[in-house]
């Protein structure tokens, strides 16, 4: 009944936004092809860094890099890569459209995916991860280990590469590094946070799991590269598209990556690994999530002490008494509550967007995180 309700809520929402474009023309979006697509670039995107010149004598680093390429870059859920050339095509008027521009969106949708790829085998590292896109962590492959983190920085590099190689020589290139670059600064920040929050029982430092710093996590770690990096970078595709990267579109922005960071803590204790492709640690590495804030917002006295002994633990007895604390405080419960708020809030911001198809597009980006 929940899920019921819950899509009803999105028709219904769709529905109000989409009765304003009557007499307006706004292109239709198939993400499912447009995923197609930009998974068709691929081979062309490795071939591009693989014959770069600074790979010219390096005929061993070359098929290193293959390898890594072709086995991180496969199996993702391409939700950031696809929002470039989707954005380009529903922000562009249709007389500006063109296919040749449509092409270089999906070249920069691989390089925002490989950024975000160069952050899952560093994050996998460190929260010592084992399953990532329904198989094994890179630093758990052969010949691979710690090195996984160079080749986090190699994949970076490669990105750097492409957009050099692709893009050099266009008016765009400047403000394509300056993007960036300040989503992987905002996104290092976040990791950071992410780290220098963790809870131990030696430490006790119980004190810096809270809200504030959930929040800052998100923003930095998620929203900047996962949204923001994405949306801009499809608006300067767009002829005259900088006028429309408003303060109004960053805020929208950060606030759909702190919906989608919720959903990740959330679905890190409650999440089904098949359907994820990942394993959770966020309990066993005292990480400072939503649902741990949240929790101990609610704990009474003796909650709170049964938390502090047994949360960031890697003993499996201590992940379930964890968890089922978590279920005695009805979490899921305050979850759902939360999530709607957020979403809710989220569509109102939307709807104030002047753009048709940038507004449209926007709901259908949501959607997809709320879903």
């Not at 919906?259 to 803590?265: F, P």
């Not at 047994?310 to 089922?324: A, F, L, Q, T, W």
């Amino acid at each position: 009944m929940v899920s019921l309700l819950r899509r009803f809520t999105l028709f219904s929402q769709t529905r109000r936004l989409q009765s304003t474009a009557a007499t307006i023309s706004v292109p239709t979006l198939n993400l499912n092809a447009e995923k197609r697509a930009l998974q068709n670039v691929l081979p062309e995107v490795i071939n591009t860094v693989l014959k770069g010149p600074k790979l010219s004598d390096l005929p061993d680093v070359r098929s290193w890099i293959r390898q890594l390429l072709e086995y991180t870059l496969c199996r993702g859920k391409l939700s950031r890569g696809v929002i470039v050339p989707a954005g380009y095509r529903m922000f562009e008027e249709p007389y500006n459209f063109s296919e040749e521009t449509q092409h270089s969106a999906r070249i920069l949708g691989w390089c925002i995916e490989m950024l975000q790829t160069s952050y899952v085998i560093a994050d996998d590292v460190i929260d010592r991860g084992t399953v990532r896109r329904g198989k094994p962590c890179w630093h758990l492959r052969p010949n691979v280990g710690v090195s996984a983190v160079n080749d986090a920085v190699l994949i970076q590099q490669c990105m750097m590469e492409t957009l050099d190689i692709v893009f050099g020589k266009t008016p765009i290139y400047t403000d394509l590094l300056r993007y960036f670059n300040d989503a992987m600064y905002r996104a290092t920040l976040g990791e950071h946070l992410d780290c220098a929050t963790a809870y131990s029982k030696d430490k006790d430092n119980i004190h810096m799991l809270h809200m504030d710093h959930v929040n800052s996590i998100a923003t930095h770690k998620t929203a900047y590269y996962s949204f923001k990096l994405p949306i801009f970078v499809a608006l300067l595709l767009v002829k005259n598209g900088k006028e429309k990267a408003s303060e109004e579109l960053h805020n929208i922005c950060m606030n759909i990556g702190r919906l989608m960071q919720c959903q990740d803590d959330y679905l890190d204790a409650y999440g089904d690994e098949i359907v994820t492709g990942k394993n959770g640690r966020d309990i066993q590495e005292g990480k400072c999530s939503w649902v741990a804030a949240t929790a101990l917002q609610h704990c009474n006295d003796a909650q709170r002490s049964i938390f502090k002994e047994y949360y960031g633990s890697n003993d499996p007895e201590h992940v379930k008494r964890i968890k089922r604390l978590y279920d005695e405080l009805y979490l899921p419960l305050l979850y759902k509550a939360c999530e709607r708020t957020m979403y809710h809030d989220i569509v109102r911001q939307i709807q104030d967007v002047e753009h048709e198809g940038m507004r449209h597009f926007l709901l259908k980006v949501l959607n997809i995180t709320y879903l």
